[in-house]
């Protein structure tokens, strides 16, 4: 079966079309050219799995597909065709839609595509403890300004 990769939505920023099919019980989610990451119902991730019920919701392919050959429609579908949601579906543009009975294309966050690939969610250089240990410095000096009251003393 050919592996397709992700592509970027052509309305929201930071989000992307990715294709997903489902066969023999699992899901198969192509995260880049070449590399695709598969699961079971149980470890399909949630963000996922909140939007795969609406691709589904398509009277075109709903039903029992056990039973269906699904070569002669990846066979039909070319490249471009599979990222573009078709008309009757516009109102899913945003969250998934269903190619074939067995092909999804999935709406997806930067942060969500990144967690199937494996990387880093908190790519930010920044590093919060400097800035922790920054305030509690601004902090401690608060306190020795104050520090020639007596402890009982009240500011109010």
């Known amino acids: 079966m050919k592996v397709y990769c992700p592509m970027p939505h052509h309305i929201l ?81 945003n969250i998934a839609w269903q190619v074939s009975p067995s092909m999804y294309i999935i709406v997806l966050h930067d942060t969500d595509l990144n967690s199937l690939r494996g990387e880093s969610l908190t790519k930010d250089t920044h590093d919060t403890r400097s800035k922790s240990k920054k305030e509690s410095k601004t902090n401690s000096r608060r306190h020795k300004l104050l520090s020639f009251l007596p402890s009982n003393w009240r500011l109010w």
């Open 13 to 93: 920023k930071k989000h992307w079309r990715v294709p997903m099919w489902h066969t023999n019980g699992s899901y198969v989610v192509c995260v880049d050219k070449n590399y695709t990451r598969k699961f079971t119902d149980e470890t399909l991730p949630i963000f996922i799995r909140m939007k795969l019920p609406f691709a589904k919701a398509t009277a075109k392919y709903s039903g029992n597909t056990a039973s269906i050959d699904y070569e002669p429609y990846m066979s039909v579908l070319r490249d471009p065709d599979l990222y573009i949601c078709p008309d009757d579906m516009k109102d899913l543009e």
